[in-house]
């Protein structure tokens, strides 16, 4: 999908803390509206009790990478709703890395919103990892 790259070279190279980013699945690249992370793959809850705090637990959970894009004439939204396996890499403005390997479209297929050319996507896997800019 083409988008634009003339930002491209601003992220990490100013002192940006938001705004532009980047995002790539299977290397193709997307027009991003909004998008959102979390590397977190364990979820932790409280234990509470009648006399206090009892303790806590841990379960496992998917990290995500998940996105608003803008749909164009040249890509396929029920093509990316069948991805499994994938690579996904979304670079924000800060420089920062944030990227996953072996995951998949998670939730209900993407419903495309035509007045504005507007979807969602959401891919989970077992490891979302960040790459500090320093």
């Known amino acids: 999908m083409s988008g634009s790259t003339a930002y491209n070279s601003y992220i990490g190279t100013t ?4 705004g532009i980013a980047s995002l790539t ?7 991003v509206i909004t ?4 590397p977190a793959n ?6 509470y009790g009648l006399n206090g705090i009892q303790g806590l ?10 996105a608003q ?4 004439g040249n890509l396929s939204v029920a093509a990316i709703c069948a991805k499994r396996s994938s690579t996904v890499v979304l670079v924000t403005a800060s420089g920062k890395t944030v990227s996953g390997t ?18 969602n996507l959401r891919f ?5 990892d960040e790459v500090l800019t320093s």
Do not use: Q
């Not at 989970?124 to 979302?128: D, R, Y």
């Open 15 to 18: 002192d940006l803390v938001a």
């Open 25 to 31: 699945i299977d290397g193709e690249v997307f027009n």
């Open 35 to 38: 998008a959102n992370y979390s």
């Open 42 to 47: 364990i979820v932790i809850d409280t234990h």
């Open 57 to 66: 637990s841990g379960k496992p959970r998917a990290g995500f990478i998940s």
């Open 69 to 72: 894009c803008r749909d164009s």
């Open 102 to 119: 072996g995951m998949w479209f998670a939730g209900e297929p993407s419903e495309v919103e035509v007045a504005e050319g507007t979807f």
């Open 124 to 128: 989970e896997g077992p490891n979302v």
